[in-house]
C-alpha cells in the first residue's frame, strides 16, 4: 500500500510539471491516476447533498461518484445531513461504474466501509471474549434484532434464563450481549443475554453461599413451583424447600399454599457448597400449629374438625391445621360399638368437646358423645331387671349392680362431666 502512494505521488510531481511545460494532454494527466475498481476503498469530499443523496469528489483521482441513500449508514436516519454534511471528507467503497455519468462516473457506499470497520471491531472482542452493548431495534418472530452498527440476531432461546412470553418490552433497551457467532461475509451476527445473565448469577451464587449459614432466615421468592417442593430465589441461588418442609399441616401440592412471585421468609437449613445446594423451610419460621394451644382449645370447648385416622381404640380428629386429637373409642357413642369404623368414616367432618389438654405432649383428649343425648338408657335398664328378676332363684345371685354393670359407670361418668 505504500508503494502504491509512492507511486501515486511520483506521478502526480510529473504530471504537474509536465502541465507548466505544455506538453502533457489531458487524456495524459487521466492516465496518471491509478484506475478505480470496483471494491477499491477510497476518500471523498462532499461536494452537495442532491435529491436525498451526496454528490463527491474523488480524492485524487479527478472524478466524482454518488453515495446513494442507503449506502450512506448502516443505522436509520430521517435526513442525509445526520449522516454527512457538505465538504466532509469521508471513506467510501466502489460498488460499480456509473455509465450514465450525470451524477458522478461511480456509485459509492459508505455504509459498507463503515460495516467493515464494525465487524472488525465484533470479531477482535469475540477473540478478546469480550462482551458489546447494543440497543434492541425490533421485536422479530423468533427473537430480537439488535444494531451494533452492523444487523445482530438474538434467538427468542437466547434472551433471558428464564421462558419469556412478551418480548414487546425489549424493543429501545439497551443490554449486553456475548458474541456467540459471526460470518462477516453472509452478514450474520448471533448474539445471546442469556450467556450473561447465567454467568452473573452462577458468580453472585458462589459469593452469596458464601454469606449464607445453617439457621440463617432469609426472604425469598418462590420462583419455581413443582410436585415434589419450591425453589426460592434468595437473590442470585435457588434453594428448595420440600413439600415436607412448607406447612405444619400436610399439603397435597405447594401450589395450594404458595403462588410464583411470592415474597416468604425461610430457615436455612443446609448448606453445600460445592453441589451448589440449599435446603430451606417455611414450616419454621411460622408458629407452631400447638403454640397456645390451651388458648385455643381450652378444656370444655368445642370445635368441628375432620376425622384423619381411625384405629381399634378411637379416632384421631382434625381440629386445627396440624394440630389432632384423640377421640377414645369410649367417647364416640353412647351405645356400645366395637369399632370406630361402625359409626365414622375418615374424611367425615364431626363436632367433639375438649375433654383434656397436654400442650407439653402436644395431646388433646377429645369427645363426641359429650355433645350428644343419650337415648334408649331406660329400656334397656328394665329389659335387663325384668330378665334376672325372673330368675330369681338363680344360684348366682347377681347384684343390681352386677347387672347394670358398665350402664352404671357409663351414667356416673355422665354425670361427672
Known amino acids: 500500500m505504500s508503494e502504491h502512494n509512492e507511486n501515486l505521488e511520483e506521478k502526480e510531481e510529473m504530471t504537474q510539471s509536465t502541465t507548466e511545460n505544455g506538453e502533457m494532454t489531458m487524456d495524459d494527466m487521466l492516465d496518471a491516476y491509478p484506475p478505480l475498481e470496483v471494491g477499491d476503498t ?26 446513494p441513500y442507503k449506502e450512506l449508514a448502516a443505522k436509520p436516519f430521517d435526513e442525509v445531513t445526520e449522516i454527512v454534511n457538505v465538504g466532509d471528507v469521508v471513506d467510501v467503497v466502489v460498488i460499480k461504474q456509473i455509465k450514465d455519468k450525470e451524477n458522478g462516473s461511480y456509485l459509492l457506499s459508505k455504509r459498507r466501509v463503515d460495516a467493515k470497520a464494525v465487524w472488525e471491531e465484533i ?9 458489546i452493548e447494543a440497543p434492541v431495534k425490533d421485536v422479530v418472530k423468533g427473537g430480537l434484532v439488535v444494531d451494533v452498527g452492523v444487523r445482530g440476531f438474538v434467538p427468542a432461546s437466547m434472551v433471558e434464563a428464564f421462558f419469556v412470553e412478551d418480548f414487546s418490552e425489549y424493543k429501545g433497551k439497551t443490554m449486553k450481549f456475548k458474541i456467540i457467532e459471526l ?3 453472509e452478514n450474520r451476527l448471533i448474539l445471546s443475554h442469556k450467556a450473561i445473565a447465567l454467568a452473573e448469577k452462577a458468580a453472585k451464587s458462589v459469593e452469596l453461599m458464601a454469606e449464607i449459614s445453617e439457621g440463617d432466615i432469609i426472604e425469598g421468592t418462590v420462583a419455581r413451583l413443582t410436585n415434589f417442593g419450591a425453589f426460592i430465589d434468595l437473590g442470585g441461588v435457588d434453594g428448595l424447600v420440600h413439600i415436607s418442609q412448607i406447612a405444619h ?13 411470592e415474597k416468604v421468609k425461610v430457615k436455612v437449613l443446609s448448606v453445600d457448597v460445592e453441589k451448589g445446594r440449599v435446603s430451606l423451610s417455611i414450616k419454621d419460621t411460622l408458629p407452631g400449629p400447638w403454640e397456645s394451644i390451651e388458648e385455643k382449645a381450652p378444656i370444655g370447648s368445642v370445635h368441628t374438625g375432620t376425622v384423619k385416622r381411625l384405629t381399634s381404640f378411637g379416632a384421631f380428629v382434625e381440629i386445627f391445621p396440624g394440630v389432632e386429637g384423640l377421640v377414645h373409642i369410649s367417647q364416640i357413642s353412647h351405645q356400645h360399638i366395637a369399632t370406630p369404623h361402625e359409626v365414622l368414616e375418615e374424611g367425615q367432618e364431626i363436632e367433639v368437646k375438649v375433654l383434656d389438654v397436654k400442650p407439653e405432649e402436644n395431646r388433646l383428649s377429645l369427645s363426641i358423645k359429650a355433645l350428644q343425648e343419650k337415648t334408649n338408657d331406660t329400656p334397656v335398664k328394665e329389659k335387663t331387671i325384668e330378665k334376672y328378676e325372673a330368675s330369681e332363684d338363680d344360684d348366682s345371685k347377681f347384684t343390681l349392680g352386677d347387672l347394670l354393670g358398665d350402664q352404671l359407670k357409663e351414667l356416673q361418668d355422665q354425670d361427672e362431666e
Open 42 to 67: 477510497v476518500q471523498a469530499e462532499i461536494l452537495a447533498i442532491e435529491d436525498n443523496q451526496a454528490i463527491v469528489g474523488i480524492k485524487d483521482r479527478g472524478v466524482e461518484g454518488v453515495i
Open 123 to 131: 470479531q477482535e472482542k469475540y477473540d478478546n471474549e469480550e462482551y
Open 183 to 185: 460470518e462477516p461475509s
Open 249 to 261: 399441616e400436610h399439603i397435597k401440592s405447594p401450589g395450594d399454599v404458595l403462588t410464583i412471585g
